[in-house]
């Protein structure tokens, strides 16, 4: 059974930084080099939002414009880990954030992490 888990959230003042991790569990490391990672964040009462992807291997990465130059997205294969490391945090960052693997038509998601950017 794959199982992914997000750690790392928490309250931050406005203009610090987070960094989110999402472990994998259940699949080996091969395996999970092959899943693209994707962060994504629901707001408060709005519709789950792409915030950053990761391709296999991180080759390739496509950020949402509302965090771009802001956010980081990563990975460490051996590890089994995948992170978004936040930076210049704003308030209307608030949401929970949710990790997901994607293999051809394969996903599976974590169960997300609170991020709450307030004075």
């Known amino acids: 059974q794959v199982q992914l888990v997000e750690s790392g959230g928490g309250l931050v003042q406005p203009g610090g930084s987070l960094r989110l991790s999402c472990v994998a569990s259940g699949l080996s490391r091969v395996t999970f080099s092959i899943y693209g990672m994707t962060w994504y964040r629901q707001p408060p009462g709005k519709e789950r939002e792409l915030v950053a992807a990761l391709s296999r291997g991180g080759r390739s990465t496509d950020y949402a414009d509302s965090v771009k130059g802001r956010f980081t997205i990563s990975r460490d294969d051996a590890k089994k880990t995948v992170y978004l490391q936040m930076n210049s945090l704003k308030p209307e960052d608030t949401a929970v954030y949710y990790c997901?693997?994607?293999?051809?038509?394969?996903?599976?998601w974590g169960q997300g992490t609170q991020v709450t950017v307030s004075s």
């Open positions: 997901k693997g994607t293999y051809a038509s394969t996903n599976y």
